[in-house]
């Protein structure tokens, strides 16, 4: 099994910045996919971003693309999301979850318990 806890949220003005941080424990970091996803008040959860085991692939969805930046330390055991140019619309709860990288497919088998970030206008 891997724990997954995310930290690093909060509330921030429109314009601002935030890192988000997941630290994993229980399995090898590496050996895993990492993801981030958010979930607003009333609707379903949404994909945010996506990392490579070794951090060489990255995936965004469109509405975050040159401004959230994800990014790994598996020395550290820890995968991270730097959120800029924050809007109101990214206010939401954020998980990070991961995917086996000897598996075929991309199945997110662990979550986080998540982190609110709540962007004021």
């Known amino acids: 099994q891997v724990q997954l806890v995310e930290s690093g949220g909060g509330l921030v003005q429109a314009g601002g910045s935030l890192r988000l941080s997941c630290a994993a424990s229980g399995r090898t970091f590496s050996n895993y996919i990492m993801g981030w996803f958010r979930q607003a008040p009333g609707k379903e959860r949404e994909f945010v971003a996506r990392?490579?085991?070794?951090?060489?692939?990255?995936v965004y969805t469109d509405s975050v693309k040159g401004r959230f930046t994800i990014s790994r330390d598996n020395a550290k055991n820890t995968g991270y999301l730097q959120m800029n140019s924050l809007k109101p619309e990214d206010t939401a709860v954020y998980y990070c979850?991961?995917?086996?990288?000897?598996?075929?497919?991309?199945?997110?088998?662990?979550w986080g318990q998540g982190t609110q970030v709540t962007v004021s206008s």
């Open positions: 979850a991961v995917s086996s990288r000897f598996v075929p497919g991309i199945n997110w088998n662990y």
């Open positions: 990392i490579s085991w070794n951090g060489g692939n990255t």
